[in-house]
């Protein structure tokens, strides 16, 4: 099973400021499949980023992804409002199970 | 637009049986997608319980495959979900979603495992 970790487990910020999320994996990501959610309380989780890098239809630019191998980022480069919530990385590559990272906070500082 | 809708009991007695269903609705279940269930819990965060094909194949999470089962009902669009022998640990927000990576999801159903 591949594990993911986040870090930081939380960030606290300002409205307007860059936020930098990581997720690092146990193993190699196949295929760079591994995707980005984003989670409000009391809502489901929504999908943000996919392959890595591409957005989902419907999401604003100031998000963006990277990363390849194990090490892979969230990038919102000027936080709004709503932006504050939990952030969770997911791999979907070719070893199940499919598994999911801790999850880091957002927080309005 | 894929709505997904979880629906069943909010309350299940330890060492009995959890069904859930989703039903899809905007979209036809035998599109070609993966159809998953994923569960939310304090403690383990979100773990992927499985998925099930239209076509009925399935692959479930190896830490639940003993417990769990899968079912579709092309005809109804909606599919389903039995876990069995619940105990407390399986207390959490159960979602369904659609295809990988996982979008949409539904809004969740909370169940809580207790006598």
């Known amino acids: 099973e591949i594990v993911l970790t986040q870090s930081p487990g939380s960030l606290s910020l300002s409205p307007g400021q860059r936020a930098t999320l990581s997720c690092r994996a146990s193993?190699?990501?196949?295929?760079?499949?591994l995707a980005w959610y984003q989670q409000r309380p009391g809502q489901a989780p929504r999908l943000l980023i996919y392959?890595?890098?591409r957005r989902a239809p419907g999401i604003p630019d100031r998000f963006s992804g990277s990363g390849s191998g194990t090490d892979f980022s969230l990038t919102i480069s000027r936080l709004e409002p709503e932006d504050f919530a939990m952030y969770y990385c997911?791999?979907?590559?070719?070893?199940?199970?499919?598994?999911f990272g801790q999850g880091t906070k957002v927080e309005i500082k | 637009q894929v709505h997904l809708q979880e629906s069943g009991p909010g309350l299940v007695k330890p060492s009995e049986t959890l069904s859930l269903t989703c039903s899809v609705s905007?979209?036809?279940?035998?599109?070609?997608?993966?159809w998953n269930w994923i569960r939310q819990t304090p403690g383990k965060g979100l773990e992927w319980i499985g998925y099930i094909y239209f076509t009925g194949s399935t692959n479930y999470n190896p830490s639940l495959k003993s417990r769990v089962t899968m079912s579709v009902d092309t005809s109804k669009n909606l599919f389903s979900m039995n876990l069995s022998s619940v105990t407390a640990a399986d207390t959490a927000v159960y979602y369904c979603a659609r295809g990988i990576p996982f979008d949409p999801w539904g809004q969740g159903t909370l169940v809580i495992v207790s006598s």
């Open positions: 193993q190699s990501v196949s295929s760079t499949y």
């Open positions: 905007g979209g036809s279940i035998s599109s070609g997608y993966y």
């Open positions: 392959d890595a890098s």
């Open positions: 997911q791999q979907y590559g070719s070893s199940l199970p499919w598994t």
